[in-house]
């Protein structure tokens, strides 16, 4: 028997990616299982000395609780890279209240990195990291939002579990253009 609901449902699950969202939220970043999945959810196509950097960083940053500034400035200590998106995913996969920057989330929000130096760009980046968090935390008070997580947890209620943050990344994520 089809049910349509459920077929739905889980095309959209798919779509957003929350069923390998879930099974990185559950692992552990030293395993190698996690970081091929990590690798695959957030095309991480760098080299294997970039990688082992970045994971090694990773359980520490999970086990101190670092936070962006830490992050982010130690992967550019270690790897002479300013890479904002992949810190804040590795803090929001520690911390699923904190969001993650992408291309899709600064278009929306009106934000760019700037900075002439990779210094500059380091310090800029997490300024800008800041306001992306202050968005969030005023967004996540409006009516809007409240819809917005609403309407998420009804058409998806098995990912109802998402942090409010996630949802609207995702909704963030999959607005385009």
């Known amino acids: ?3 349509a609901k459920e077929v739905l449902q889980a095309q959209l699950a798919r779509g957003l990616g929350l069923d390998r969202y879930a099974d990185i939220m559950r692992g552990d970043p030293a395993s190698p299982e996690f970081r091929r999945a990590f690798n695959g959810y957030y095309r991480i196509r760098r080299n294997e000395e970039w990688r082992q950097h970045y994971y090694d960083l990773f359980v520490k940053a999970k086990d101190e609780r670092l936070s962006f500034e830490q992050i982010i400035t130690e992967l550019y200590q270690l ?36 900075g002439k130096s990779q210094e500059e760009k380091l310090q800029n980046a997490v300024d800008l990291y800041d306001r992306i968090v202050r968005w969030y935390d005023d967004y996540l008070t409006t009516a809007e939002a409240k819809t917005n997580i609403a309407e998420f947890d009804h058409l998806l209620p098995e990912y109802a579990w998402v ?3 996630k949802k609207i990344d995702c909704l963030l994520w999959s607005k385009r253009g």
């Open 79 to 114: 790897t002479g890279n300013v890479e904002s998106s992949f810190s804040s995913k590795m803090l929001a996969t520690i911390d699923p209240l904190m969001p993650i920057w992408d291309q899709y989330v600064l278009q929306n929000l009106g934000l760019e990195l700037t």
């Open 1 to 3: 028997m089809i049910n």
């Open 163 to 165: 942090s409010e943050t």
